[in-house]
């Protein structure tokens, strides 16, 4: 991750806090998309959240359904808080990038909106990492605002920040050239719960290492 951004991401993402969690967590796609994931997972998996925020819902529906959770995010603030709120996941505040993670030591990945704060060289370098944290045959799940934008200001929940990203072909490509296989994906509307939130498109593609 660019420096740059990731001190942005932390900075922005430590002020907001549990707003977050109240603005988006209710989300029906996102949660729907966990069910999916705990359908295709072995009981007792090996699973790491990158971008794990305050724990919920993605690391706390994990953990309830038997799995052991490794949450990563760059932001000291929301790892404090993830720790509180789902105490049965570990929990880690490092960039993701440069965290050392063995090959093949989970059975899947959760990578939830967690990418667009990051340029489109280390999303790509991100999502091969990750195919290769997985085991053969290992689930990935990510999920983003699929969007033809790069370096673009956008004031988000009261806070200025850069996003980047890509349309949704662009990003399901993208997904296909780091060596994982598009099982499933749903594209979809949402209206974060706070003041002067508009609708925001998403994607969310369920992904298979070879």
Do not use: N
């Not at 951004?5 to 796609?29: I, W």
């Not at 990945?109 to 053969?136: E, N, T």
């Not at 033809?148 to 929940?157: G, I, Q, S, Y």
Request: with cysteine; aromatic share 8%.
């Amino acid at each position: 991750m660019d420096g740059d951004h990731g001190c942005a991401a932390a900075t922005v993402f430590d002020a907001l806090g549990a707003d977050y969690e109240r603005a988006f967590a209710g989300s029906a796609a996102h949660h729907a998309s966990l069910q999916r994931l705990l359908g295709d997972l072995a009981p007792h998996s090996r699973v790491l959240d990158v971008g794990s925020g305050t724990g919920r819902p993605t690391a706390q529906t994990l953990t309830g359904a038997g799995h052991e959770v490794l949450g990563v995010d760059v932001s000291p603030g929301m790892v404090e808080l993830a720790a509180r709120q789902v105490p049965d996941a570990r929990f880690e505040c490092a960039d993701i990038l440069e965290l050392a993670l063995d090959e093949g030591s989970f059975e899947a990945v959760c990578a939830y909106f967690s990418l667009l704060q990051m340029s489109r060289d280390d999303q790509f370098r991100l999502l091969r990492k990750l195919g290769r944290l997985l085991v053969p045959g290992g689930h990935l799940v990510v999920a983003t605002v699929p969007l033809d934008v790069e370096d673009f200001d956008v004031v988000f929940m009261g806070h200025d920040v850069r996003a980047t990203s890509f349309g949704p072909e662009e990003f399901t490509e993208l997904v296909t050239a780091a060596g994982l296989s598009v099982l499933w994906e749903q594209s979809t509307l949402f209206t974060p719960e706070y003041e002067a939130a508009v609708a925001e498109p998403q994607l969310f593609l369920h992904c298979r290492r070879a």
